[in-house]
């Protein structure tokens, strides 16, 4: 059905301009839907562990997330498909961070240490226009900032702060990776103390 399934790379204006609230009528209409399920294919024919609307080029606030034994993310546990429409993130004051190693499909082959809030709460609209809001925590918490980020038109390569940390997924995988699985290790065992 949709045969162009490409992603845009960086360096495409479309991915560093704010994108566009859905008005909450048009959240049921075939146009949304109809995003919302090329975003399904291009994401799973890609290995992503999410998506933002803006990424297949179109400038509209949806983001989709989904980890199910994801090659690319061993670290992360499995997120069920979810599908997030017009999400926003409110971060409470004093919440701890933490370094998380991220890729992104619009970022070949590179990857690189940003840091991340443990603890967000998200409010979204979900496709039969409920409104809903949760409070994501952990590592999870990872892949809902990324992808809003991408909503917001930034890439994490904005916010990785030494660029020293900046690798090869090859290089991820053979020098970096035992280690950062150690580091997430240390961090999940206090994490359910942090705020
Ligand atoms: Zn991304």
Redesign the pocket.
């Known amino acids: 059905m949709f045969k162009d399934l490409n992603i845009a790379q960086i360096g495409h204006p479309i991915l560093r301009n704010k994108t566009k609230d859905i008005p909450i009528n048009d959240i049921k209409s075939d146009n949304t839907q109809k995003i919302i399920e090329k975003m399904i294919k291009t994401m799973r024919k890609h290995n ?1 562990a ?3 609307a803006n ?1 297949i080029y179109e400038p509209v606030r949806i983001c989709i997330i989904e980890v199910l034994d994801n090659p690319r993310y061993k670290h992360l546990n499995t997120i069920p498909l979810k599908i997030l429409i017009n999400p926003k993130v409110i971060i409470k004051k004093d919440t701890a961070t933490f370094n998380s190693y ?6 070949p082959n590179l990857r690189g240490k940003v840091r991340r809030y443990n603890s967000i709460n998200v409010t979204y609209y979900t496709m039969d226009a409920k409104k809903i809001t949760e409070n994501i925590k952990g590592l999870e918490s990872i892949v809902y900032q ?2 809003i ?2 909503l917001d038109g930034y ?2 390569t904005d916010k990785v702060e030494d660029n020293s940390t900046l690798v090869t997924y090859e290089n991820y995988q053979k020098y970096y990776e035992e280690e950062y699985k150690k580091e997430l290790e240390n961090f999940n065992s206090i994490a359910e103390n942090l705020s």
């Open positions: 992503g999410g998506l933002a990424q991220e890729g992104c499909l619009s970022v990324h992808e980020d991408h890439l994490f």
